[in-house]
């Protein structure tokens, strides 16, 4: 494992999303925030559920407490932008699995939207 990484840098979905939105105007950060925060819900109402089934604890690693905490320091082009740090912070606390399957998602809906990095 390399210690320099993030514990998003490990996603190339994730990655790209944050090199796409930065520096795009406010409302679309604020639609992709909405429809992260709706997927997110649903995800953890599943998370939630199957937990009650199993009684089986949920982690999300060292790596994401970390982010998370580090977060407050706010050195990231993103942890300036209260909408992006929330969104950040909101799947930091996912399983790997469904963070992937969010970010996986979350680009593709960026790239049905046309949004580039040249915008």
Do not use: C, H
Request: net charge negative; glycine share 4%.
């Amino acid at each position: 494992m390399e210690y320099n990484k993030r514990w998003y840098d490990y996603n190339k979905d994730m990655v790209t999303i944050l090199e796409l939105v930065e520096g795009k105007p406010q409302e679309l950060i604020d639609s992709l925030a909405e429809n992260i925060f709706s997927f997110t819900r649903i995800v953890r109402e599943t998370i939630s559920e199957q937990e009650e089934e199993a009684e089986i604890p949920v982690t999300i690693g060292k790596e994401k407490i970390l982010g998370y905490y580090k977060s407050f320091n706010r050195r990231r082009w993103y942890d300036k932008n209260w909408t992006i740090l929330s969104i950040m912070n909101l799947l930091s606390t996912l399983p790997q699995n469904d963070f992937d399957n969010v970010a996986r998602g979350t680009l593709q809906m960026l790239k049905e939207l046309g949004v580039s990095k040249n915008d």
